[in-house]
């Protein structure tokens, strides 16, 4: 299976700020990886696909890059309501598998 | 606009069947760029992919969990269901299902709510 380890796994920071939270692959996964945003009992809700592409309907704060073992997600001005847990997901080979979340709170 | 919504029983006891069913809206199961997929989250815990199936039947299960897995169609409903066998308390989570857009680039699009099952006698 491949491992996905996000970090960091948890993050302080303040409305305004840029945040950049990382995804590792334990192999390469070409550009095969979502971003999700969640909510306290809410779905996921998808933000990047393929790496980079911006899921329709979402803001253009939140940006994705990288390819085959490193990825990262960046929220360039963090607003209220981006204060959640997120987590990417590779779609090279099953079993898809999940990073085990970052904790965005507020400092 | 594409809407997936879970149902089925919120408790079912240990070593039994849990049974749920997702329903589609807005899309048909039978469109060939689309999977559908089950994705499980255990209380205060992260995601863990259940298993996708594809329009044309073919399935695809977390190895983890195979043993016990099926995933079916039903296209004259417009549904998906997930049967998980011989459960125990470990099982117990919210399910979602989702849609598994597969052109150009795999992703899950759209969620359901999700349902908390409880396995608990």
């Known amino acids: 299976d491949i491992q996905l380890t996000q970090s960091p796994s948890f993050l302080s920071a303040s409305v305004g700020d840029r945040v950049t939270i990382t995804c590792r692959a334990s192999?390469?996964?070409?550009?095969?990886l979502a971003w999700y945003q969640q909510k306290p009992g809410k779905a996921p809700k998808l933000l990047i696909y393929a790496a980079s592409t911006l899921q329709s309907g979402v803001p253009s704060r939140f940006s994705g890059s990288g390819s085959g073992t490193e990825f990262s997600l960046t929220i360039s001005s963090l607003q209220p309501e981006d204060f959640a847990t997120y987590y990417c997901?590779?779609?090279?080979?099953?079993?898809?598998?999940f990073g085990q979340g970052t904790k965005l709170e507020i400092k | 606009q594409v809407q997936v919504q879970e149902s089925g029983p919120g408790l079912v006891k240990p070593s039994e069947t849990l049974s749920l069913t997702c329903t589609v809206s807005?899309?048909?199961?039978?469109?060939?760029?689309?999977?559908w997929g089950w994705i499980r989250q255990p209380p205060g815990k992260g995601l863990e992919w259940i298993g996708s199936?594809?329009?044309?039947?073919?399935?695809y299960y977390n190895p983890s969990l195979k043993s016990r897995v099926t995933i079916s169609l039903d296209t004259s409903k417009n549904q998906f269901s997930l049967k998980l066998s011989s459960v125990t308390a470990a099982d117990t989570a919210v399910y979602y299902c989702?849609?598994?857009?597969?052109?150009?680039?795999?992703?899950?699009?759209?969620w359901g709510q999700g349902t908390l099952v409880t396995v608990s006698s």
């Open positions: 807005g899309d048909s199961i039978s469109r060939s760029t689309n999977y």
């Open positions: 199936i594809y329009y044309s039947g073919s399935t």
């Open positions: 989702a849609r598994l857009y597969a052109l150009a680039a795999p992703r899950f699009d759209y």
């Open positions: 997901q590779q779609f090279n080979s099953y079993p898809y598998t």
């Open positions: 192999q390469g996964i070409s550009s095969y």
